[in-house]
């Protein structure tokens, strides 16, 4: 059985003062006006702006090296700062996959070339990308992806689509998992690559998809002949898979799992604690338990990660509790305080409300669905 | 973890694994004291962790004591060692030497209190202490007593008092002691501090509690992963089938929630927060008992439920630990009143204490 056990991590006053420095910033932007608060704001609060001002106070690529316009800080440091901007619902889906996991990946199998070029433009708010690995008949079963790339002088020519791709109407690139032999049914996760797709390629056109709300999040994206660059291809051809996999830590654990919807709990406590009533925030403590042990179990996995130890049990089962709780916030929500949910509503807690509901049912899809993960999870427990 | 604890972890984990056998923990429930291994653990020096060397401890924190609890919780230790732990640990607060012999403490509550009179040779003590853990088997007791002027501490044996035989739902010894304007010349009666002495009782208490249960929730898991992979039906191990793989996959989050929830109560406590931190977790691993014992029961099928199987004995556990120092209701009202406080500034900075 792998091991579920997690370090302990105290966090010291120099990371205190990381958290009153972003936590002073977000602040006075929103007193400001510039950005507003949102549920779900690693998907849908978008602003390029907002995200070089980021940028430019170093809080992107902050663990990176500093020769690539990083800062080299410590795991933690960035986790106190992407925690209070998701906590506080500002806009960072334009930046957030690139910090989050284009970054790593490139810095673990990129080149030195695709190190230098991409993630300085990274770190400064500048650059955005997109995850391309869902296609129409490649959903949980990602090894049926069938986008191909056929090798030609100097690159690569790429036919497929991808779909359901977030933010990929905002980035300028996408890393795409595609095949690069054909496919062979008894190793069906060999022949694949990770390319660096340039979205604004000719061959390539991006369609929205819009979501149930009629919001454009994610999209369709379709490969027409697009000519790859040899120079654009990440790590070694045919090891896309193995890759790709090892993104999956980074982007299963992180606080973007259980906070989602922590802006509308927020909320709800502050309108209690308005009201006096200690009865019914008793009622809520059970959740406040839940997410305050998700936070260590997160905080740990961080940790670990830094120390370049890959826990993907745990990672998978804090992204299937998280969700189900980010999922939880408002159904408690609505029976302690009575409210009329609306996108358009000028009171922040049915704003808030609208946003949680509607939102709610992407939480336990995205990054891998619940019951793949608890195929993951089960598979670990048993040592198989 | 340093190399001490983890030392002590590998000598409790042996002694327990030899010596806490399913057998002997059986045999407890029946009415046996576990001599053997309460012995084995005392000549080890685990039962006075936590306490200063001048006053008779080992010196060893807070930290490792919980560590042994925990192993105690896993293999289901028929022993006080948690009550022991307890009040030696009061009574280091209070300056007094400790005991490696077992004790227990009467758990304040409206029911429980003694009323005391100063006599020439003694004292009258009147009144009763309900459900003290092993209290048959104690050599000594600390309950909370009023005397005409002030609050005190009382250590007596409980042999001075009428024992009622009781248990909880793991067949642990929870004896009722009775005290019948009885004059007692062997008690030690020490003034305290009513309010901070509950307060201690509770939290220590409660991580305790926390503790074992981690332990146990983390030897279900281990139960289940084994049997799924040992029992076939259908032509194929129970493992294979995604019901069941579900099933577990929501065990396994339970255990690793409860084991996280757990080093961060006794980190709070090693601290001195005897706040939010520790009612969070032990209603976090409330929760996580109502959960995850339902399943390890259903990933069983009939055989757990049999009394030949071990399941029960961790499975039973845990549904008396978890009310034990505070169910999942009074712990949210502790932390409503806290938010209360100190929410000023919002949920958020609550919650990061920031
Ligand atoms: C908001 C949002 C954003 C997204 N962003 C991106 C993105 O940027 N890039 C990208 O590539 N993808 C993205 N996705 C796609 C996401 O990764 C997929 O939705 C997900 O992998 C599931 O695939 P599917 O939707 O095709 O569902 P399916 O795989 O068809 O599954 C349908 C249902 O069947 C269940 N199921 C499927 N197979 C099994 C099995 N073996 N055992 C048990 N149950 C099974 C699933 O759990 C699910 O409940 C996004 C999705 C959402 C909702």
Excluded at chain 1, 122 to 147: Q, R, T, W, Y
Excluded at chain 1, 183 to 194: L, V
Excluded at chain 2, 66 to 85: D, H, M, N, W
Excluded at chain 2, 105 to 121: C, I, M, R
Aim: charged letters at 20%.
């Amino acid at each position: 059985m792998k091991s579920l056990q997690l370090p302990v991590v105290e966090l010291s006053e120099e990371i205190r003062k990381v958290r009153r420095e972003i936590r002073e910033f977000i602040f006075q932007e929103l007193e400001k006006g510039t950005i507003q608060p949102r549920c779900d704001s690693w998907l849908s609060g978008y602003s390029a702006e907002f995200s070089r001002m980021l940028g430019e106070r170093g809080w992107i690529g902050m663990t990176w090296p500093k020769r690539y316009g990083g800062h080299e800080r410590s795991s933690i440091e960035r986790y106190v700062v992407i925690e209070e901007l998701l906590a506080a619902g500002a806009p960072v889906s334009a930046h957030w996959i690139a910090d989050r996991q284009t970054g790593p990946l490139l810095l673990k199998f990129g080149t030195e070339h695709q190190k230098e070029f991409f993630l300085p433009q990274i770190a400064k708010g500048e650059c955005f990308f997109a995850i391309g690995l869902s296609e129409p008949n490649a959903g949980s079963d990602l090894a049926a992806v069938s986008s191909r790339a056929v090798k030609v002088e100097g690159g690569w020519v790429l036919n497929g689509s991808k779909t359901w791709t977030s933010g990929a109407h905002h980035a300028h690139y996408m890393i795409t998992l595609c095949r690069t032999s054909p496919m062979n049914p008894e190793k069906r996760h060999e022949g694949m690559s990770q390319l660096l797709v340039d979205l604004a390629a000719p061959g390539v056109t991006i369609r929205p998809i819009e979501l149930m709300t009629g919001e454009h999040h994610f999209n369709e994206v379709f490969f027409d002949n697009v000519f790859i660059p040899d120079e654009m291809v990440v790590g070694q051809i045919g090891n896309g898979w193995k890759q790709g996999m090892a993104e999956l830590a980074y982007e299963r654990s992180g606080p973007e799992r259980f906070l989602s919807t922590f802006p509308l709990l927020e909320e709800l406590l502050r309108a209690l604690r308005e009201k006096g009533d200690k009865r019914l925030i008793a009622q809520v403590s059970p959740m406040l338990s839940r997410l305050w042990t998700l936070r260590q179990m997160s905080i740990g996995i961080a940790n670990m990660l830094e120390q370049g130890v890959t826990p993907d049990l745990v990672a998978a089962l804090v992204k299937d509790m998280g969700t189900k709780f980010e999922q939880q916030v408002a159904e408690v929500a609505r029976l302690l305080v009575a409210c009329s949910p609306s996108i358009t509503s000028s009171s922040q807690f049915d704003k808030f409300m609208a946003e949680s509901i509607l939102h709610s049912p992407g939480f336990t899809l995205r990054g891998g669905t619940t019951e793949i993960l608890r195929g993951i999870v089960a598979k670990g427990v048993i040592g198989q | 973890m340093n190399d001490i604890t983890q030392m002590l972890m590998q000598s409790t984990t042996k002694i327990l694994k030899d010596v806490c056998t399913k057998e002997l923990v059986n045999e407890s429930e029946q009415g046996i004291w576990a001599a053997k291994l309460w012995c084995t653990l005392a000549d080890s020096g685990m039962i006075t962790v936590g306490v200063p060397e001048e006053l008779g401890g080992n010196g060893c924190s807070y930290l490792d004591a919980f560590s042994i609890l925990r192993l105690a919780g896993k293999y289901s230790a028929p022993v006080p060692l948690a009550e022991t732990f307890l009040g030696n640990w009061l009574l280091a607060d209070l300056g007094e030497q400790v005991f490696d012999e077992p004790i227990t403490v009467a758990y304040p509550g409206s029911e429980n209190g003694v009323y005391l009179q100063k006599q020439e040779d003694g004292w009258v003590i009147s009144g009763k202490a309900n459900f003290v853990p092993w209290a048959r088997f104690a050599k000594r007791m600390i309950m909370l007593g009023r005397t005409d002027s002030e609050d005190v501490l009382v250590l007596i044996s409980p042999e001075q008092g009428r024992i009622e035989h009781g248990k909880n739902l793991a067949g642990e010894a929870r004896d009722n002691v009775i005290f019948e304007d009885r004059l007692v010349k062997e008690c030690r009666v020490i003034p305290v501090d009513a309010k901070t002495v509950v307060n201690k009782l509770l939290y220590s208490g409660a991580v305790a509690r926390i503790v074992m249960m981690a332990g146990a929730l983390e030897r279900l898991l281990e139960l289940c992963a084994t049997y799924v992979t040992e029992r076939t039906q259908f032509g194929k191990p129970l493992h294979r089938f995604q019901a069941v793989q579900h099933q577990l996959a929501l065990l396994a989050g339970e255990s690793a929630a409860a084991s996280t929830a757990a080093d961060y109560a006794v980190q709070a406590f090693q601290n001195g927060f005897l706040s939010q931190e520790i009612a969070m977790s032990k209603i976090k691993i409330n929760e996580a008992v109502g959960a995850a014992s339902p399943m390890a029961h259903q990933i069983h099928g009939a055989i757990g439920f049999t009394y030949e199987h071990t399941l029960h004995q961790t499975t039973r556990r845990l549904w008396s630990w978890r009310d034990e120092f505070g169910t999942e209701t009074e712990w949210s009202e502790k932390l409503a009143e806290e938010y209360m406080e100190n929410g000023r500034d919002g949920l958020w900075p609550f919650l990061t204490r920031s």
